[in-house]
């Protein structure tokens, strides 16, 4: 059986590092931060640097996080969303479209410089979708 997870993605404008930290504090558990070098794959992230993605795993919790994009500063209510992700790569194509039907898609699942495939796109309800296919990459 493949390995899945639920949890919130949040977008934290700047602050996903501190954000992170916080929670890591708070909650204990493992926690990885990445930031990207010049050709977008990841790498751990340094002092200073934007958080491109970031994961705290602690007992059963899953926060995903992100600086997410200065281009396109999310408004209230976008900068949260439900993260979903794994390795069971036809099961979460099949959950992405069907989430898709009757919403709008931000981002078609697209394989990334880390190996991994993303996509994101709000609901017929309105809740933001962030599908994760995970590599052993990653």
Not at 9 to 25: C, E, L, R, S, W
Not at 87 to 100: N, P, R, Y
Not at 104 to 133: C, E, S, Y
Request: net charge negative; glycine share 16%; no cysteine.
């Amino acid at each position: 059986m493949a390995k899945q997870f639920l949890g919130p993605y949040i977008n934290f404008q700047g602050q996903a590092k501190d954000a992170m930290d916080f929670y890591h504090g708070v909650l204990g558990g493992e926690l990885n931060l990445y930031s990207s070098d010049e050709r977008g794959k990841p790498k751990p992230a340094g002092p200073g640097d934007r958080i491109m993605y970031g994961r705290l795993v602690a007992d059963g919790i899953v926060i995903v996080a992100s600086d997410g994009n200065p281009k396109y500063p999310a408004k209230v209510g976008d900068h949260i969303g439900i993260s979903i992700g794994g390795t069971d790569s036809a099961h979460l194509h099949q959950v992405f479209e069907g989430l898709a039907k009757g919403g709008q898609v931000k981002m078609p699942l697209t394989t990334g410089a880390w190996g991994g495939t993303a996509g994101w796109l709000t609901d017929r309800f309105g809740i933001n979708w962030n599908i994760d296919i995970e590599s052993d990459q990653f």
